[in-house]
């Protein structure tokens, strides 16, 4: 018998993100009025809100002299380009073959949102029973939270496994590691890629968790991102074209690049969705067999001439693709929603998606979006439900509320990366430190690490030998990608260049976008972080940690970090959490004091506790009352009996009745209450 469960998971709409999307491939070195720099936009140990998409000036490469280049060249073990495996016999994973685990990165942000928590919270319930969780965190605030709900929800926590590890996001598909297989000894190793240049603390996690969990890590050059990718692991691999416009090769280098490191023997090129901000395929195809997958269609009624003919060219591109037995690909149509909206139902030009789903171990974890909100896709919805059954009538179809994921240009797959069930292995051994240097182990001389020793401690010696000895060379001599101003002359680092030009006289200074630039009042950044002259910018800057333990160091660095257990706070000491607290009431809900009928209060989020509590409102004024937690105005009272001839019951001093009229009356009243920039440059 078929299953098909439902997850009705109601969730509010999230409006604490205004996504722009990137309607095109972004071309580096080009600009817009409203691009940031990088180092202004990524989150803070993951504690601000990152989307799926890459965020301008997050596909350049900065100077050294910016704080993603300076982590990097700290840590150069985790970001290191490394030479390719050379088993001869290797693949890269399946999504539908038997997996151990499922990995999670939990951010600080997501702690503070209960709708985005429920999506996590049913992603990982309904894997547990046949897998592993991992979940990666840094606060100890967000792992508090995350177990409560977990917990709540009669996960067994047996099958959940914790990594404190340092976040940016939680896009797990794109950042975190693909597994590749060796046919012959049946062991896993991991591939990575190069992630969005400003989220370095994401593109860290696949390497540490490599060491975690001991496994080889590979790290290809490509900037690409894993939620761009799918494969059937005989060679034939499946990738937008967009991918290969944002990784800034030529595709005879992009081609070479996934073969020697994913073992794709020939990419086939889909067209994306044009609207989409990612660009990434997992919006609208999912692989679920060597010869089988679900494509996105869009319907009539949605008014998309263009990426309706998109998608279907990709049917036409999937059938034409040469399997190994020599059938074609069966293809079966799956409908797109639509867009989504704000709360004032207004379109946020978002285009939503049924197809962005997880398989594990025989179930299919596909989003969909709450119909109370959206009644119109009702149709869609049921439709979208049958087709996943009718293409794979062998697993459980578990739908998932995904709102506020989607909203982000993300969904299930954007967010979960599965690990086949096989044992993990470094395919090649790690070497010994030996006064400072790497001495490979015995056989793998030619293959493995061998420059300085790394980690903490400079005594660490693992994975394949680098590309180059010195990765993390300044390039721009100390310049920033911010810049900065010698009298008239800007000065600033793009891609790795020193780039330079004269302004008008008085106008290099610091602009809105949050760079010196030409055409400005000449002033300097209002929040003293970036120096107007480059004499000072140039100076080396020194770490200032004083008493602080944890926590930013002033330049980039750290002056500590605290163990899973504590948090760093703003005075930069690490504090012990408070223990698990209970929930006082159910997000979102409202109501009224029982002792005080003038009281409303409304369920807020301690993000200190990390539970809800009811928070008092405004007291009613006179002549209103409470009334599922709003202040409503009272009914008239019923006025006591009078003296006098025939007695009875008044409305008012002035009115007469009888005392039913004034009930029914009475009774009815109670019811009706109830960037860039030298285009400006000489």
Request: a negative charge; hydrophobic letters at 35%.
């Amino acid at each position: 018998m078929r299953l098909f469960t439902l997850v009705l998971t109601l969730i509010a709409a999230l409006s604490l993100f205004s996504c722009s999307e990137l309607n095109s491939p972004f071309e580096p070195g080009l600009s817009s009025p409203s691009e940031a720099p990088i180092g202004s936009l990524r989150g803070d140990d993951g504690t601000k809100p990152l989307p799926a998409f890459a965020l301008p000036g997050e596909l350049q490469e900065g100077g050294k002299g910016d704080a993603a280049s300076d982590w990097k060249a700290a840590h150069p073990e985790w970001y290191a380009i490394t030479e390719a495996p050379t088993n001869a016999n290797f693949r890269h994973m399946t999504e539908w073959e038997d997996m151990q685990s499922m990995l999670v990165v939990y951010t600080g942000w997501i702690a503070q949102s209960a709708d985005l928590t429920r999506s996590f919270v049913d992603i990982i319930r309904y894997t547990t029973p046949v897998a592993k969780v991992w979940v990666v965190f840094y606060t100890a605030t967000a792992k508090k939270k995350l177990t409560q709900e977990l917990e709540k929800a009669g996960v067994d926590m047996a099958q959940v496994e914790w990594y404190f590890i340092k976040n940016d996001s939680i896009w797990t598909i794109d950042f975190g590691p693909l597994p590749l297989v060796d046919e012959d000894s049946q062991t896993v190793a991991l591939l990575d890629w190069k992630y969005y240049a400003n989220r370095y603390n994401d593109d860290a996690i696949s390497t540490q968790i490599g060491q975690e969990i001991g496994a080889t890590v590979f790290r290809d050059d490509l900037n690409v991102e894993g939620g761009n990718f799918q494969g059937d692991g005989e060679g034939n691999c499946y990738i937008t074209n967009r991918g290969l416009a944002n990784s800034g090769v030529s595709q005879e280098a992009f081609e070479l690049s996934y073969k020697e490191y994913a073992a794709c023997d020939k990419i086939h090129f889909l067209k994306d969705v044009s609207d989409d901000g990612t660009g990434h395929i997992d919006m609208l195809f999912k692989l679920y067999a060597t010869d089988g997958a679900v494509l996105g269609y869009y319907p009539d009624e949605l008014g998309d001439p263009i990426n309706q003919k998109r998608m279907d060219d990709n049917e036409e591109i999937l059938k034409a693709v040469a399997l190994a037995d020599g059938e074609t690909m069966a293809v079966y149509r799956l409908p797109m929603p639509g867009y989504g909206k704000d709360d004032q139902g207004k379109s946020t030009g978002t285009p939503f998606t049924y197809i962005n789903s997880t398989l594990i171990n025989g179930r299919n974890l596909w989003p969909y979006t709450k119909l109370d909100k959206y009644p119109e896709w009702q149709g869609s919805f049921n439709e979208a439900a049958a087709v996943w059954i009718d293409a794979m009538p062998d697993f459980e179809h578990i739908a998932i509320e995904t709102e506020s994921l989607n909203a982000m240009s993300g969904a299930i797959h954007c967010i979960t990366r599965t690990f086949p069930n096989l044992p993990f292995e470094k395919w090649i051994p790690d070497g010994t430190c030996d006064d400072g240097t790497c001495t490979p182990a015995a056989g793998y001389e030619d293959i493995a690490y061998d420059g300085k020793c790394v980690g903490t401690a400079n005594n660490e010696c693992f994975g394949p030998k680098w590309t180059e000895a010195d990765p993390f060379v300044d390039a721009c001599e100390g310049y920033t990608y911010e810049g900065c101003c010698d009298g008239d002359v800007l000065t600033y680092c793009e891609n790795n260049e020193i780039k330079s030009g004269s302004c008008d006289a008085g106008e290099c200074g610091w602009a809105d976008g949050g760079w010196y630039d030409c055409k400005t009042d000449g002033g300097t950044d209002p929040n003293g972080v970036h120096p107007r002259t480059c004499d000072e910018l140039l100076t080396t800057c020194e770490a200032e940690c004083g008493d602080r333990v944890c926590g930013d160091d002033g330049c980039g660095g750290s002056c500590g970090t605290c163990n899973e257990e504590q948090d760093c706070t703003d005075a930069g000491l690490c504090e012990d959490i408070a223990p698990p607290c209970t929930d006082a009431c159910t997000v979102d809900t409202l109501g009224c004091t029982e002792d005080e009928a003038t009281l409303p209060w409304t369920c807020t989020l301690n993000e200190t506790s990390g539970c809800y509590e009811i928070m008092m409102l405004e007291a009613c004024g006179e002549g209103f009352v409470c009334a599922t937690g709003a202040c409503e105005e009272a009914p008239p009272e019923l006025l006591p009996l009078t003296g006098g001839g025939g007695g009875g019951c008044k409305v008012s001093e002035t009115g007469n009745g009888t005392f039913l009229p004034s009930l029914v009356l009475g009774f009815a009243l109670l019811m009706l209450v109830t960037r860039r920039r030298f285009g400006q440059m000489l």
